[in-house]
């Protein structure tokens, strides 16, 4: 059982019915368009792109807060559709830019919001040390909390619990690079611990460091949904050679190498950008009078942006 | 309903509600001191003639006057003081409770819960039914505390308060009832206040023109306040039909709510 399969969920705003080509009145909104998709129980699932692709609009289908126009989502194995509050109590959730009750104590608030579930707050204490809440940080109003603090006070609401699946909407926006980091232990306890995270993000270089699994969406429409390794390792690397004396042969080899582009060639110095697996240019280098040589790693951002180049429309 | 957000609503509106209840008993204790201090000489100030057309306006109007001990009850349950206080804690209360919560963004923290939109809106329909008995106890509770202690109260039966009584929560119960049917329907608190006050206002309003001009009278069946009739009651000339419509505009307000709050879809908060 997957801990979230949707098969072609969609959701459109307006009205189809009373458009027509050509009226000036504006078509119905396309948030999500057929979205298929499997996260695995125990695995981390970054869920990524721009503003206003789509998260948002899965994570409130996947919550309840809005019904799909077509398709069908399950959640831990229950439909969201008819499981709703069942479902909602083995989940945990962090609202994106979330807002709280500001007349609240970080505990009032806390205990209110653990009160509504089965499972006492079990997690709290740990999530509250590892993130540095202290006593007398819980025990202001809220209202006095700066952006970091609410996103904290946010984590913790969505996690103490011990949900069995996390949903986080831009979970680390707000905290410092060491609350970050802080963060990032904690999902990987998550995940030690067999529970799933499903998260959306902006933050590339986070889900890299994070995920498993990304998917990736694009006006709506799911345009990747791999491995992170493999998603990064089929992306082009920008290669920099420099040599120590000509080698127009070597040249030659790398122009007909398979997977090299856009390739600049100086007096001592090759650049180019190379698609997938690496060994066959080292086989090529191999006894070439080669001075220095500088790979530079494929990054999430790379397979990111350029996914979003091939698929522009 | 949820035990937990009965539990935070009380807590969270506790404060205006015992500013509100503390009101309504000075409003309500005041009543019975001036009619037992000077309801006979006002009394018989309106008999003389002098001023006996416009006090028979006002009486006509308000369906209360401080010249008997039940004109006064029915004074302080349908003055506009008392109908005000009342209007802030109930219908202010129903039409920000579900769009004051969308309009902040926190709803969705609280629907993220285990907790269904009917719980959530069956909850805060009781804490408007609880606030709607309360406030009109407390102006009722005033007025007989007043009555007892100056001595005025012979002539009350209890029976007719609490006939009186369940009229008043009757008319705000359904006022808020229709103040949270609002309030599941819209992304924003405006719209929803502007309906649950708008209704409530041209209720009263149309009331008002009915009572006082006798070609608006046919108007009045459309306005709540025309079923709340205190004088009535307690002239021993009660009329279940008044409790039965008011009934019948809740269970349909209270219907929509709950078929519309679940439908509706709840789009990210701007």
Not at chain 2, 194 to 222: H, K, M, Q, S
Request: hydrophobic share 50%.
């Amino acid at each position: 059982m997957d801990a979230i399969a949707t098969q072609g969920l969609t959701k459109h705003y307006g009205s189809s019915r009373r458009w027509r080509a050509g009226s000036g009145r504006p078509g119905p909104i396309r948030a999500l368009d057929d979205l298929t998709l499997a996260v695995h129980p125990g695995e981390i699932f970054g869920f990524l792109g721009p503003n206003g692709a789509g998260k948002s609009t899965a994570i409130r289908l996947l919550l309840g807060f809005i019904h799909p126009t077509a398709g069908r989502a399950e959640v831990l194995g229950l439909d969201v559709a008819t499981a709703g509050a069942v479902l909602r109590g083995r989940i945990g959730y962090l609202p994106g830019g979330i807002a709280l009750y500001d007349g609240l104590t970080g505990t009032q608030l806390l205990d209110y919001l653990a009160a509504f579930y089965a499972r006492p707050p079990v997690l709290r204490g740990g999530l509250v040390e590892q993130l540095g809440l202290s006593a007398r940080d819980l025990g202001r109003p809220i209202r006095d909390y700066s952006r970091g603090m609410r996103q904290k006070i946010g984590i913790v609401q969505a996690l103490q619990h011990d949900p069995e699946l996390a949903i986080l909407d831009e979970p680390s926006e707000g905290l410092d690079p060491l609350m970050q980091r802080a963060f990032y232990a904690i999902l990987d306890e998550r995940k030690a611990a067999g529970r799933t995270v499903f998260f959306s993000s902006h933050v590339l270089s986070e889900v890299e460091r994070v995920c498993d699994r990304v998917g990736i969406v694009r006006a709506g429409r799911l345009v990747a949904l791999e491995r992170v390794g493999e998603l990064v390792a089929r992306r082009r690397r920008h290669v920099e050679v420099r040599l120590s004396a000509p080698a127009p042969a070597l040249t030659a080899a790398i122009t007909a190498l398979v997977g090299v582009s856009a390739l600049e060639v100086r007096e001592d110095r090759l650049a180019f950008g190379l698609d997938g697996d690496v060994t066959r240019l080292l086989h090529l280098l191999e006894g070439a009078p080669v001075a220095d040589l500088t790979i530079e790693p494929a990054r999430l951002e790379d397979a990111f942006l350029e996914l979003y180049d091939e698929t522009a429309p | 309903m949820s035990a937990v957000l009965f539990r935070r609503t009380w807590a969270a509106q506790r404060v205006r509600l015992s500013f509100v209840l503390l009101a309504l008993v000075a409003w309500g204790f005041l009543l019975p001191v001036i009619y037992a201090t000077f309801g006979k000489e006002m009394g018989a100030l309106a008999r003389s003639g002098t001023f006996a057309n416009m006090f028979d306006l006002m009486s006509r109007f308000t369906g209360g006057d401080v010249f008997s001990i039940r004109g006064t009850v029915a004074l302080g349950l349908v003055h506009p003081i008392a109908l005000a206080l009342v209007t802030i804690q109930v219908v202010g209360f129903a039409a920000a409770a579900v769009a004051g919560e969308r309009q902040r963004g926190t709803l969705e923290v609280l629907l993220a819960r285990p907790l269904e939109r009917r719980v959530l809106h069956a909850t805060l329909l009781v804490a408007t039914l609880l606030f709607a008995a309360l406030t009109e106890a407390a102006v009722l509770g005033g007025i007989v505390a007043g009555a007892v202690l100056f001595g005025v109260a012979g002539d009350l039966a209890a029976g007719d308060i609490a006939l009186c009584w369940l009229n008043g929560v009757a008319l705000f119960g359904t006022l808020g009832a229709i103040s949270l049917a609002a309030s599941v329907s819209f992304d924003r608190l405006g719209p929803a206040l502007g309906i649950a006050l708008g209704v409530t206002l041209i209720g009263y309003t149309i009331e008002f023109v009915g009572t006082l001009w006798p070609d608006a009278a046919w108007l009045r069946p459309i306005s709540p306040f025309r079923y709340f009739q205190p004088t009535r009651i307690l002239a021993g000339a009660s009329e279940p039909a008044d409790l039965l419509v008011l009934g019948g505009i809740f269970a349909a307000a209270v219907g929509w709510a709950a078929w519309e709050f679940p439908r509706r879809d709840l789009a990210a908060p701007s």
